[in-house]
């Protein structure tokens, strides 16, 4: 396996403020487009959207660095107020992909779904392929879709043109850690039942370090491993409170990286989408895989999803000494809150809970955390830099689509680690967009009204030549960020979001002062109870309520405080009228998304019309 060198790359496309008047052809091309998607990254990992939400450049934990973010930020247009619509990774980027909320598309948590169900529509980069685009996918992606065979059975489905797959990536070593997927074979020998359970560490030599209780079963080549993996990388897994920590199971929430920067999952990312750029019309290897370069005769799609700073948390070496030099502020976290959490809050936090672990174990996490961001900034940097080098070398106008995680994650605020719940730092992640066309995305401009994920793919969609009145459109449940840019979009007074994992149904409504959530169904069967929030009692709803102006922590659970109960009331109608009654779907997708039985529930059509007026 070849090694590459990092070199920590400054981003300079200050000269493509006016390509617009120097490149030939601008406005008539299609512009080539970058969609970055990092994940599970809180918004207070950057200094300007630190800077615009809390008044500071550093989060109120501590010190961070994000130059190439904010860099980005500075030549382009920051979209402050973005939320999520599901925070958990699969919901959300299949909110991406799709360009639909959750309760339209029917995709609540991490189910496979396929392309077959009567209301499924073509993704995102299908979309574009129609359009003229070739598409390019490097990273994770995360996006569950399944086709089916004539015999009702599911196959993979690929949704873009060319897919450098981040397992597939790691299987040929080019990673500094992986888990996942099924293995026939492990150094050579076959074994009769594939190994599920496989996660592994790559050295600086190549070698790989597997861990695997499934192996451990067959031999006893791998059984010292776990344990000397932990030592050496410094790992801390995630335990609960009274349990025996392992060395096997718990997400890895602190280490150092095996390997140097450039030479991790995400290092490799952003060189293999430098190699398709490169590699025009030119066959490029992976080790054994073998790629087709970029042809510069056509618009380019393509999407680097990263992994930072996803578990495990393991930030290189230099970065994360770096980072060690400084204490961070640990969030607090009392009885008190925890007795005022709605159930299905407590659930999730019982599931990942921080608030038990030692100073010097929370220090850890939040030292590596944006330590692992840093080093993903500069990641973000080098695939911005190489794209826009692609497209000035061709005179191609272009744009880049940054998106700051498919969600968040809390660093114990609440008492807990992870994300799947309302709060803000599960679901508040900003969006820039910057562009050669400065007249749709202005440099240095900060948009404040409310953005959701939904309005992605309309802006994609839209940049690439989309009459996104056409019919054939109108699925789509976003808008185009570049007439919310021109205030020519509707003016949106709350965003909405529904999540199914590890919470149970809940969905949510926030506005600018508010924020509630409730339990919108007694079960996750599909189909049934689809009204069952309109009858049942305010308790069983198990309403969380936070006054954003008194409260902007999110601490004090004030929805069965009488004093709010007018608000409660009209945030609550509004919210089961529109996840429930504007076009709900359900799906029975079965197994492997096999299933194609939709269940609709259409009592209140076009209560999503973006006012709600609390006085």
Request: hydrophobic residues 30%.
């Amino acid at each position: 396996m070849k090694n590459y060198i990092f070199v920590s790359l400054v981003l300079t496309i200050t000269s493509s403020a006016n390509a617009q008047q120097t490149m030939p052809g601008v406005g008539k091309n299609k512009p080539n487009i970058l969609y970055i998607l990092t994940d599970d990254q809180r918004y207070d990992s950057v200094k300007t959207f630190n800077q615009e939400i809390d008044g500071r450049e550093m989060s109120e934990l501590g010190y961070i660095e994000s130059p190439e973010v904010d860099k980005l930020a500075a030549q382009g247009t920051t979209f402050i107020n973005t939320y999520n619509q599901a925070a958990g990774c699969a919901p959300s980027r299949a909110v991406i992909l799709q360009g639909r909320y959750t309760f339209r598309s029917g995709v609540y948590e991490f189910e496979y779904h396929n392309n077959v169900a009567e209301h499924m529509k073509p993704s995102l980069p299908e979309q574009m392929t129609k359009l003229g685009y070739q598409t390019f996918h490097i990273g994770k992606l995360g996006y569950r879709l399944k086709s089916l065979t004539p015999d009702g059975k599911t196959k993979d489905h690929e949704v873009f043109q060319t897919d450098i797959k981040f397992r597939s990536l790691g299987k040929e070593g080019f990673t500094d850690y992986s888990g996942g997927g099924w293995w026939r074979e492990v150094d050579g020998v076959n074994y009769d039942k594939p190994i599920t359970d496989i996660h592994f560490f790559v050295t600086p030599e190549g070698k790989f370090e597997y861990i695997s209780k499934q192996l451990n079963e067959k031999t006893d080549k791998y059984k010292h491993v776990a344990k000397e993996v932990t030592e050496k990388y410094e790992l801390i897994r995630h335990y609960k409170p009274g349990k025996t920590k392992s060395i096997y199971d718990g997400m890895i929430i602190s280490g150092v990286s095996p390997r140097k920067a450039g030479e991790t999952r995400d290092g490799y990312y952003a060189h293999f989408l430098n190699e398709y750029l490169v590699n025009e019309n030119q066959q490029f290897n992976a080790g054994k895989l073998e790629f087709r370069g970029v042809d510069p005769s056509k618009p380019v799609f393509a999407h680097i999803g990263l992994d930072f700073p996803h578990t495990p948390v393991l930030p290189p070496a230099d970065f994360r000494k770096r980072f060690q030099k400084h204490t961070y502020k640990i969030p607090d976290f009392s009885e008190e809150e925890f007795a005022s959490m709605a159930k299905q809050m407590k659930r999730q936090i019982s599931s990942k809970p921080s608030y038990h672990f030692t100073n010097e174990e929370k220090q850890k996490m939040i030292q590596d955390y944006y330590a692992f961001c840093a080093y993903g900034d500069q990641l973000v940097g080098k695939a911005v830099k190489d794209f826009v080098a692609y497209s000035e070398k061709h005179h191609q106008p272009w744009m880049i689509i940054y998106v700051c995680g498919d969600h968040g994650w809390k660093l114990n605020e609440h008492g807990g680690v992870s994300k799947f719940t309302p709060w803000k730092w599960d679901t508040h992640n900003p969006i820039i967009v910057v562009s050669t066309d400065k007249q749709k995305f202005p440099a240095g401009k900060v948009v404040k009204e409310f953005t959701e994920f939904v309005d992605i793919a309309p802006t994609a969609l839209s940049a690439a030549g989309a009459d996104l009145d056409e019919e054939k459109y109108n699925y789509l449940d976003g808008l185009d960020m570049a007439k919310i840019v021109r205030k020519e979009a509707p003016v949106r007074d709350y965003i909405i979001g529904e999540n199914h994992a590890v919470t149970g149904p809940r969905a949510y409504i926030r506005t600018k002062d508010y924020v509630l959530s409730l339990q919108t169904r007694p079960s996750k069967k599909r189909g049934e109870n689809m009204d069952w929030a309109l009858s049942t009692s305010w308790e069983d709803l198990d309403p969380a309520l936070y006054d954003l102006k008194n409260d902007p922590r999110e601490i004090y659970n004030v929805a069965h405080n009488q004093k709010y109960m007018q608000i409660a009331n009209k945030m609550k109608d509004k919210l089961l009228n529109i996840v429930l009654g504007d076009n709900r779907v359900e799906v029975n997708w079965g197994k492997w998304g096999a299933g194609t039985k939709v269940y609709r529930s259409n009592f209140a059509p076009g209560s999503h019309d973006y006012n709600l007026n609390l006085n």
